[in-house]
């Protein structure tokens, strides 16, 4: 048996026992895991978004849930008082952003500054909770306010 045979054998027999000391390792250590994640992605962001696409491709019911209850969301956040006016307001808002996006070659979100669906409070889908954001900046967000 060659060396690569042995160790790969070995590491089979010993797979749950190292399984159980790295969840021992990390649950004692979530800073050091949390942060070693967020370099990790920062530094491969090509691999990160291959993960991600990937993920999506093999969880369309997940995805599509999660982007239904936005969906849903959105329409129950915004007021049947607002004015025509308004309504353009916040499509201008998407168009800037669709044009800072292709103009400077970064994605560009409309960011609720009171999120939609935040833990303590809920804005509403109104123009004046709007702003154009880099997306990176929105992601890191998520739903805090």
Same mark, same amino acid.
């Given at each position: 048996? &060659?060396?690569?045979?042995?160790? %790969? ?26 942060? /070693? ?14 993960? =991600?696409?990937?993920?999506?491709? &093999? ?14 969301? %959105?329409? &129950? ?30 994605? =560009? $979100? ?8 935040? %833990?303590?409070?809920?804005?509403? $889908? ?8 880099? /997306? ?10």
């Amino acid at each position: 048996m &060659c060396e690569a045979e042995r160790l %790969k054998a070995k590491t089979q027999r010993n797979r749950d026992a190292r399984l159980a000391k790295a969840k021992q390792w990390r649950d004692a250590n979530k800073d050091k895991q949390a942060e /070693a994640v967020k370099s990790w992605r920062e530094s491969n962001p090509e691999r990160t978004a291959l993960i =991600y696409r990937d993920w999506a491709n &093999c969880n369309r019911g997940k995805v599509n849930a999660k982007w239904m209850k936005r969906d849903a969301a %959105k329409k &129950c956040r915004t007021p049947v008082w607002l004015s025509m006016d308004d309504h353009w307001m916040i499509e201008q808002a998407y168009d800037i952003a669709a044009k800072r996006t292709k103009a400077q070659g970064i994605p =560009y $979100h409309v960011d609720h500054i009171v999120p939609l669906q935040g %833990k303590t409070v809920s804005g509403l $889908h109104v123009p004046w909770n709007l702003q154009v954001i880099p /997306a990176k900046l929105n992601q890191q967000k998520s739903n805090r306010f």
